[in-house]
């Protein structure tokens, strides 16, 4: 029994400088090299789905073009991000009455730098590149995750999660 207290204790000593201890490295965040790929399926279904968020990142969040909106969200759209309300309406108003968003020419390609997209039953996640400035150095930046996550009805997001906070 001793033995056993004995070698949890050393077990223990030796970890806890690891598990408190900050990290002072990290790997980039680094973009898929095909972005386009991450949002196809053989499933027509889950291409459906990932082919509405393809669209939603590139002609609504990117582009600007909310007029669009009813083809790639319900009317209802629930909406998770704290600084939006839900219903189609409402995310329309927050990117163009709140934030200001322009219009800009919907570009052939998306722009965000995508890490993965993955699928399953009627949820699209996207997992993109995220450049963030260092809080206790603001000349120095790092990369970090960001995630999005639509559930789908019939080909349009109903409902969106982020981990946004509010301001």
């Known amino acids: 029994m001793k033995s056993l207290f004995l070698a949890l204790t050393v077990t223990a000593a030796l970890a806890s400088p690891v598990l408190v201890s900050p990290a002072f490295a990290q790997e980039a965040v680094t973009a898929a090299a095909d972005t386009d790929a991450l949002f196809t399926s053989t499933d027509p279904v889950l291409n459906r789905n990932k082919q509405a968020a393809y669209h939603i990142f590139k002609d609504l969040l990117e582009a600007g073009h909310w007029e669009l909106a009813d083809q790639y969200l319900t009317t209802r759209y ?41 699928a399953e039953g009627d949820l699209v996640t996207v997992a993109t590149v995220r450049d963030v400035k ?5 000349t120095k ?11 789908f009805v019939d080909g349009k997001a109903d409902e969106h999660w982020d981990g946004a906070l509010k301001p």
Do not use: C
């Open 78 to 118: 629930i909406q998770h991000n704290p600084n939006a309300v839900s219903g189609i309406q409402g995310v329309v108003d927050y990117f163009t009455k709140v934030l200001k968003q322009t219009q800009k020419p919907i570009p052939e390609k998306m722009a965000a730098k995508v890490v993965a997209v993955v």
């Open 134 to 138: 260092d809080p206790k150095d603001p």
């Open 141 to 151: 930046t790092y990369t970090t995750t960001w995630f999005d996550m639509w559930r």
